[in-house]
Structures are given as C-alpha cells and as structure tokens.
T-cell receptor, first 112, second 113 residues
Framework: GQQVMQIPQYQHVQEGEDFTTYCNSS?????IQWYKQRPGGHPVFLIQ?????EVKKQKRLTFQFGEAKKNSSLHITATQTTDVGTYFC????????????FGKGTHLIIQP | KAGVTQTPRYLIKTRGQQVTLSCSPI?????VSWYQQTPGQGLQFLFE???????NKGNFPGRFSGRQFSNSRSEMNVSTLELGDSALYLC????????????FGNGTRLTVT
C-alpha cells in the first residue's frame, strides 16, 4: 500500500558531526511534517513543509521538500547530545483519509 | 494552554479483557486522532474524530473502537485483548484544518499478559 519510507533506520554520530535523514513517499504529498521523539517521550511537532522545493531552517536544523513533493530531508549541523531521539516524517497519504502516515523514523544516537 | 492529557499512563491487562483509554485535547482543538506505536510497526493510525464523528479510520480490527464527546474529549476501547495489542497508545489533537500539525499526549503504555 501507499507508504512513507525513511532511511537510515539508525544513525550513530560523534557529537559535533552532521546528521541527515531522508524521507520518501510513494505518492505526491500536499505537505510533509517532521516530528521528534525523545527516548521515553512522545512525538513533538518540528515543522511543516508545503511548497515544492521548500527549504526551512530552525537553528541547526534544515528541512527540505523535494521538487516533486514526494521526498524530504532533515539535516542537523554539528549535532549535540540534546539532538538524541527519533526523527519521523509524516504525510497525508491518500489525502489524509488514513490520517497522517508516519515513516518508521530514524534513531539518532550521539556518542560524546 | 494545557497540553494533551492521556490517562492512565500505564496499564496492565490480561488476554481477553477489555480496556478504555482516555484523552483530553488541547482547549479549542476539535480533532482527536489515535495512534498505536510499537517497535516493529512504528506509529500506526487508528482513527480520527472530529465534532463527535469518526472522520477517518485506519486498518485495525473492529475490536478497536473510539468515540468523542461534545467537549472534544475522546476515548478508545479495545475489546478481547491480545498479546499483540501491547503498545504505546498515543492520542493527538489538532485544529480544524485536516493538515494542521498533531499535538501528542504522553501516551498510555498498555501491556497485555
């Protein structure tokens, strides 16, 4: 069925290194959202991208939405221990009839 | 504003029993969605309620049901519990726009033995 794929599943980095997670949808999305879940916590909304080719920045985080609106990426510059967690992308597959469809997430593990 | 409140935080049940989970959305939010989170399947959509009506439904068996009250509070019920129902159940509220971001509660950790 229609789905949202995320890679990698796990990413180990040294503190200070950069990190990127990629998200691909099987269908064109009207928008894509990114969430972060800390260990033991709940998903927290980070950002929503709507326009083709859109790029948004939040401090060290850079979010991109592909030209075809089927893929997205999140890049973190100079990771810090506070960045630890799982990053999810999510989109309204099928126009949202199945709610917001989440990717399986990328677990970011940071070694000090 | 207070966030999304879910009760209880933890629950242990036996196979065959039923369980009811509760969710109070952010004040003013009329949409409430429920998700099941497991290590293997990730976050899976259960259903969404808006103005006391089920607006969307995921691919879960009929043992999973929900409802929403006039004050937007929502409950979900799982009957005839199975071991595989052990999961973190997350409730999320959002504003009227179907594409608006989800605000999640802390979840209810259900363990079925």
């Amino acid at each position: 069925g229609q789905q949202v794929m995320q890679i990698p599943q796990y990413q180990h980095v040294q503190e200070g290194e950069d990190f990127t997670t990629y998200c691909n949808s099987s269908t064109t999305l009207s928008n894509i959202q990114w969430y972060k879940q800390r260990p033991g916590g709940h998903p927290v909304f980070l950002i929503q991208l709507v326009k083709s080719g859109e790029v948004k920045k939040q401090k060290r985080l850079t979010f991109q939405f592909g030209e075809a609106k089927k893929n997205s990426s999140l890049h973190i510059t100079a990771t810090q221990t506070t960045d630890v967690g799982t990053y999810f992308c999510a989109g309204p597959i099928g126009g949202g009839a199945d709610g917001l469809t989440f990717g399986k997430g990328t677990h970011l593990i940071i070694q000090p | 504003k207070a966030g999304v409140t879910q009760t209880p935080r933890y629950l242990i049940k036996t196979r065959g029993q039923q369980v009811t989970l509760s969710c109070s959305p952010i004040s003013g939010h009329r949409s409430v969605s429920w998700y099941q989170q497991t290590p293997g399947q990730g976050l899976q959509f259960l259903f969404e309620y808006f103005s006391e009506t089920q607006r969307n439904k995921g691919n879960f068996p009929g043992r999973f049901s929900g409802r929403q009250f006039s004050n937007s509070r929502s409950e979900m019920n799982v009957s005839t519990l199975e071991l595989g129902d052990s999961a973190l159940y997350l409730c999320a509220s959002s504003s009227t726009d179907p594409n608006s971001p989800l605000h999640f509660g802390n979840g209810t950790r259900l363990t079925v033995t």
